[in-house]
């Protein structure tokens, strides 16, 4: 059984960064696809980045230069740094782990206000 739990979101103001992270039971973490998603309020879920089993990341256009996704394989956790964040970047922020099957956590709030 799999379960994503994502953690660090918050409220920051414009320009300033916030570390989200993902922790994953089960198995097959270092085989997996990691991926972060955003949904912000009257929007579609959108992804921001991904990182695969080899280290290779790709970024949307929004967060690239900005963002910085990682994985730590022996915590099975994938982490999302965000820097100069903008208030467009609000949204409620989702962790995917994808094997055999997609799994998504529960999702955290981040809010980029003044």
């Known amino acids: 059984q799999v379960q994503l739990v994502e953690s660090g979101g918050g409220l920051v103001q414009p320009g300033g960064s916030l570390r989200l992270s993902c922790a994953a039971s089960g198995s097959f973490f270092r085989l997996a696809v990691m991926g972060w998603y955003r949904q912000a309020p009257g929007k579609e879920r959108e992804l921001v980045a991904r990182i695969f089993s080899d280290g290779r990341t790709l970024y949307s256009e929004p967060v690239k230069g900005r963002f910085t996704i990682s994985r730590e394989n022996t915590k099975k956790t994938v982490f999302l740094q965000m820097n100069s964040l903008k208030p467009e970047d609000t949204a409620i922020y989702y962790c995917?782990?994808?094997?055999?099957?997609?799994?998504w956590g529960q999702g955290t709030q981040v809010t980029v206000s003044s």
């Open positions: 995917q782990m994808a094997t055999f099957n997609d799994y």
